[in-house]
């Protein structure tokens, strides 16, 4: 029912930004928590940035590179990415927790394509 859609993705130099975009088909203001995770060839995915609660928390590597924000209006979350490296190179994954009814749900995206050349 909740579906997620990413984009924004590319190609770009090292040092240089991108906007992901995630647009949403449930309320935003509804969800539990909000994020954008990434997996790399061969990794795990991993977090990268979480909104939950109030605060927004960012996995080490990108912090003070990231950040991470919502538009209510437009329902959808959105991953300013700066001073990109190459080790930042992934597929980016737009995630959100929910309850429909009692019931706790999660989603993802199908991810957009990250790459940071040298």
């Known amino acids: 029912q909740v579906r997620l859609v990413e984009s924004g993705g590319g190609l770009v130099q090292a040092g240089g930004s991108l906007t992901l975009s995630c647009a949403a088909s449930?309320?935003?203001?509804?969800?539990?928590?909000m994020g954008w995770y990434r997996q790399a060839p061969g990794k795990q995915r991993e977090f990268v940035a979480v909104f939950e609660r109030g605060t927004t928390y960012y996995t080490n590597s990108v912090k003070g590179r990231f950040s991470f924000s919502r538009d209510s209006a437009k329902n959808a979350v959105y991953l300013q990415m700066n001073s990109l490296k190459p080790e930042d190179t992934a597929v980016y994954y737009c995630?959100?927790?929910?309850?429909?009814?009692?019931?706790?749900?999660?989603?993802w995206g199908q991810g957009t394509q990250v790459t940071v050349s040298s």
């Open positions: 449930g309320n935003i203001l509804s969800f539990n928590a």
């Open positions: 995630y959100a927790r929910f309850n429909i009814g009692s019931q706790q749900n999660s989603n």
